[in-house]
């Protein structure tokens, strides 16, 4: 599997944005494979942030960010999407996509491919 991400930039705090992965080498509509996204912060360590399943349209999200992004697919461009909404400061932060075959774990030791990350920075 190979992962691509995109779609970081600068944002005002408050606005919105969508990050995107590019994904080849699993079928998204028949595999039981996650698309994962994390983010990384400025000194601090990388976090889970949400998780969607594409065969089934199944959403996870950790509880900080519920209510402030959705993670969609569209499967038939092999692409998963991370919208968040009322960004804040604290968004700031490398955001990477990630693929897992055991589930929706966020769990970094069932990661088995990584996109290159794409930074998002939110200025007040």
């Known amino acids: 599997v190979q992962l691509q991400a995109s779609g970081g930039g600068l944002v005002q705090a408050g606005g919105s944005l969508t990050l995107s992965c590019l994904a080849s080498g699993f079928n998204f509509d028949v595999d039981d494979y996650a698309i994962l996204w994390f983010r990384q912060a400025p000194g601090k360590e990388r976090e889970g942030v949400g998780c969607i399943s594409p065969s089934d349209g199944s959403t996870y999200y950790v509880s900080p960010m519920k209510g402030r992004i959705t993670i969609s697919s569209d499967n038939a461009k092999n692409m998963v999407h991370l919208r968040i909404d009322k960004l804040k400061s604290e968004d700031t932060a490398v955001y990477y996509c990630?693929?897992?075959?055991?589930?929706?774990?966020?769990?970094?030791?069932?990661?088995?491919?990584w996109g290159q990350g794409t930074l998002v920075t939110v200025s007040s």
């Open positions: 990630a693929g897992e075959r055991v589930g929706c774990t966020l769990n970094e030791y069932h990661v088995d491919a």
